[in-house]
């Protein structure tokens, strides 16, 4: 099937069943493990978004976008589009909806994919609402920890304070050597949480195990929090690395 034969349209799940009967091939741009259960779905191949789901509940758009993007750019069109022939062939239709769970307005890894594929000259529609793309763009630069914004604490100070912390090694990680301090030993709870807030402001964004990670820097060594730990206040350690 030539490319110029396909018929793609992106939209949210709750359509799938209506897109089904006008025989398009149902394929989940997130993965099965986050798609709704529906025979005849097809993942789009290598774009599970689970490791994604703590910066999704936050709605840190901005490390969503960056880690998709990245999936996309890897994959390659051309691989992309092959892959989307397959299913077509399959399937033996070339009408191909592209599904997330975004509502309409809302952030959507479809909106993602659509893009990229616009900007290959593919063309790509929203089954029914006409979708904002400039909206989507401002979503996927929003941050909300930079929003959250820091308590004015100097590099310098964080820096030395987290040098005199109490770290333990974590010994069941072997693989993945770092040390990490709790915020129950610290001594000062406010001012820990300032830290937090002080790493995930200006931390590095660095992806690690198909998350991303703030990572905040200081002399040999780089210190993050987990991005399960949605909000500050439920930070409990802080991570070294060593650099």
């Known amino acids: 099937m030539k490319i110029t034969d396909l018929q793609i349209v992106t939209a949210n799940f709750t359509e799938m069943e209506e897109l089904g009967s006008l ?5 989940s741009v997130e993965g099965l493990a986050i798609a709704p259960e529906q025979e005849g779905m097809e993942p789009l191949r290598g774009f599970s978004t689970y490791q994604m789901r703590y910066h999704l509940k936050t709605k840190d758009f901005i490390s969503c976008y960056m880690l998709y993007a990245k999936k996309l750019e890897k994959k390659g069109f051309e691989k992309i589009i092959q892959h989307l022939q397959v299913l077509c062939d399959k399937n033996k239709s070339n009408r191909i909806a592209l599904l997330g769970s975004g509502k309409s307005g809302e952030f959507c890894f479809r909106h993602i994919v659509s893009d990229f594929l616009q900007k290959n000259r593919i063309p790509v529609s929203e089954h029914k609402d006409e979708v904002d793309m400039e909206v989507q763009r401002q979503l996927w630069q929003y941050d909300p920890y930079q929003e959250a914004g820091h308590h004015n604490l100097r590099d310098k100070f964080v820096g030395n304070t987290l040098e005199g912390c109490k770290w333990i090694f974590a ?69 070294k690395v060593e650099i």
Request: hydrophobic share 40%; proline share 3%; glycine share 4%.
């Open 171 to 239: 010994s069941t990680m072997t693989d993945n050597p770092h040390h990490y301090t709790l915020r129950r030993d610290f001594g000062d709870d406010e001012l820990f949480l300032s830290i937090v807030k002080h790493i995930r402001y200006f931390g590095r964004f660095e992806e690690f195990s198909g998350m991303m990670f703030r990572c905040f820097h200081w002399k040999n060594y780089k210190y993050f929090t987990h991005p399960a730990d949605l909000i500050d206040i439920n930070t409990d350690l802080i991570n």
């Open 23 to 27: 025989n398009f091939i149902l394929v």
